[in-house]
């Protein structure tokens, strides 16, 4: 399947102290943990001294780390979900930026922090499991795994729904992976394919973004029907703000070449999408199938009063050009 747009770049994902800073792209999240000042542990929780601050008795000095006892600064949203007693595998720094020199780094007079993952929104602090502290480990301590093996620890990371944290870290490893993506194994593949089927709009995106990547044998023919179901799911009237227009418009796009006459009409709906770029890639499907229907549900569309005026303006150029084919 060819595929006719670029993968999303997720929106600044760094990783900064908990205090927040602006922070640019980076890479896969996993390789950006053990950057900077970032430090690994694995321990009990053992007491939530004060509002938003966690101890925990350290049980593993995973990376950098040779404290006993760890008191970290966390954020509301995790001081509500940590339970104690249970084991956990955080990332944290002693240190934050400077509020003035971007560059620099100083030490945070809170006192340590979890990092984030600032693309996907989420604190690293994770309940220790066999495939978090495998996948946490430093490279070098890390037992030799295959780039198949490293990809179903990410998809059990990505199935447990238990721990959200953990299941957006994995998700977005393997979106930005494109090594594993290649090599993926059949049995993987299908695992993957029903994790995407149960995902949400956010995830499911994602998910099927790198699923563009595997070899052609691992993809189809479950890829293209999750394409063409996730067009088939939502009508022209889309939460704007919401993750649902970029989903439809990506499998409307990822639809591609698979596309067949049958399709048309489940397509021609969203021609008439209140999210332009939606209605733009339903367009360029209609003429991948059939340039004369993609011509005539323009004229149609064009007829309605609540197209967008962004829509209008190009379906009229659209038929414009070629009208007089």
Do not use: C
Not at 42 to 58: E, N
Not at 111 to 118: F, M, W
Not at 166 to 193: H, V
């Amino acid at each position: 399947m060819t595929l006719n747009f670029t993968r999303i770049l997720l929106i600044a994902i760094a990783l900064s102290s908990a205090a927040g800073y602006a922070a640019r792209p980076l890479g896969p999240p996993i390789a950006e943990l053990f950057k900077n000042d970032n430090r690994i542990a694995r321990g009990v929780l053992v007491d939530r001294p004060a509002a938003q601050k966690i101890t925990l008795r350290v049980d593993d000095y995973v990376y950098r780390s040779d404290v006993k006892t760890l008191t970290l600064n966390v954020d509301k949203e995790v001081f509500a979900s940590v339970t104690e007693g249970r084991e956990y595998l955080v990332v944290f720094s002693r240190l934050q930026r400077n509020r003035l020199l971007r560059d620099q780094w100083e030490i945070n007079p809170q006192g340590p922090a979890l990092v984030s993952v600032r693309g996907l929104g989420t604190p690293a602090i994770y309940a220790s499991t066999e495939a978090i502290r495998t996948l946490l480990r430093p490279p070098e301590q890390r037992p030799e795994l295959s780039a198949d093996a490293a990809t179903g620890l990410l998809i059990t990371l990505a199935e447990n729904s238990a721990d959200g944290r953990a299941r957006e870290l994995g998700i977005f490893e393997l979106y930005l992976r494109d090594d594993l993506q290649a090599t993926i194994s059949a049995a993987n593949a299908r695992r993957f394919a029903v994790l995407a089927a149960a995902a949400g709009p956010r995830l499911k995106n994602f998910l099927l973004q790198a699923a563009t990547h595997f070899p052609k044998q691992r993809r189809e023919p479950w890829l293209s029907s999750a394409f063409r179901q996730s067009v088939a799911d939502y009508g022209s009237v889309l939460e704007l703000n919401s993750y649902v227009p970029l989903l439809v418009k990506n499998a409307l796009l990822g639809l591609g070449g698979a596309a067949t006459a049958d399709d048309a009409q489940m397509i021609t709906k969203h021609l008439y999408s209140n999210a332009p770029g939606v209605a733009r890639a339903a367009l360029a499907a209609l003429d991948a199938i059939a340039p004369h229907g993609a011509l005539e549900a323009s004229k149609q569309a064009l007829e309605n009063q609540r197209i967008a005026p962004v829509t209008r303006r190009l379906l009229r150029r659209y038929i414009s050009q070629h009208g007089s084919e």
